[in-house]
């Protein structure tokens, strides 16, 4: 089914200069949502500011392309958390988004994973945080016929051999 975006996102994504921010969500046994711009409401939930620097959010093209994480932890919250062992393996997903746009459709996921590996420097109050890519067997596809009712015009040929991380599917029409 084709994407709905609000009105504020269409104009968004419409300007030649785009911020984007990010809003990122921990899940330990403590759960962090955080939000790069500012303090804000999106889903149902507050998402605190909090400055984070994500990089690596670029395609590999394989499907094994992991972001990582840079806090200023001002408050000692999340080293904390992070000596604490609360982010070991902890869940994390990552959504672009606009600073004008947040209704509920408007942020696109674009990292699930988990926590990989931490690193804190207490004194200068910075943690860095490498994340893995959720394991490709986990992914989930839904089988759909793809066409002009699902917001598709365009298909792939019938016989394409397609190469999505070391696997290769070959497309078939019923």
Avoid at 34 to 47: A, E, I, K, L
Avoid at 58 to 69: C, H, I, K, R, V
Avoid at 94 to 106: H, P, S
Wanted: hydrophobic letters at 40%.
């Amino acid at each position: 089914m084709p994407r709905i975006i609000s009105t504020a996102m269409d104009t968004a994504t419409r300007k030649v200069v785009t911020r984007p921010g990010y809003f990122i969500q921990i899940q330990g046994a403590t759960t962090f949502r955080w939000c790069t711009r500012s303090d804000t409401s999106w889903n149902s939930m507050t998402w605190a500011a909090q400055p984070v620097t994500v990089s690596g959010t670029g395609s590999s093209g394989n499907g094994t392309n992991a972001p990582s994480l840079s806090i200023k932890d001002v408050s000692g919250a999340v080293i904390a958390a992070a000596l604490s062992g609360d982010f070991k393996d902890a869940p994390v997903h990552i959504w672009v988004m606009d600073r004008n746009a947040t209704e509920a459709g408007d942020p696109v996921l674009i990292f699930s994973g988990a926590v990989n590996g931490i690193s804190c420097d207490v004194p200068q109050r910075t943690i860095s945080i490498t994340l893995a890519v959720a394991k490709a067997s986990s992914l989930f596809s839904p089988r759909l016929t793809y066409g002009p009712e699902v917001g598709v015009r365009t298909t792939i040929p019938r016989g394409t051999t397609l190469v999505i991380g070391t696997k290769e599917y070959k497309v078939e029409r019923r």
